[in-house]
């Protein structure tokens, strides 16, 4: 059975950073970052595939990062200068398959979530 159990959620005042884990109960070629708002489509974040190559959404770019340790099956999200928009439920994803780079920012792309975790930035 496949998981995915994300962790490192919480509330910071904007500006600050907080840091999100995806443990994964097994290796998968490509990975992904989503979050959502209640009553809105999921939003991709950003993604990285096995060879590194990562794509970030244009509203993140510059701020947050996206890496994986391959060898714990682990993906992370490190979230610098945080704005009250990046207020939502994020969610880890991942891809049993491969996906051209194009797609990796669309939830449809994805076959396996995690439960989310809430960050919220207060202004």
């Known amino acids: 059975q496949v998981r995915l159990v994300e962790s490192g959620g919480g509330s910071v005042q904007a500006g600050g950073s907080l840091s999100l884990s995806c443990q994964a109960s097994?290796?998968?070629?490509?990975m992904g970052w989503f979050r959502q708002l209640p009553g809105l489509p999921r939003e991709g974040v950003a993604s990285?595939?096995?060879?590194?190559?990562?794509t970030y959404a244009d509203s993140v770019k510059g701020r947050f990062t996206i890496s994986i340790d391959n060898a714990k099956n682990t993906l992370y999200l490190q979230m610098n200068g945080l704005k009250p928009e990046d207020s939502a439920m994020y969610y880890c994803?991942?891809?049993?398959?491969?996906?051209?780079?194009?797609?990796?920012?669309?939830?449809?792309?994805?076959?396996?979530w995690g439960q989310g975790t809430q960050v919220t930035v207060s202004s």
């Open positions: 097994r290796y998968f070629y490509c």
């Open positions: 994803a991942a891809l049993g398959g491969w996906a051209g780079r194009a797609s990796r920012l669309s939830s449809t792309t994805y076959n396996y």
């Open positions: 990285i595939d096995d060879t590194g190559i990562t």
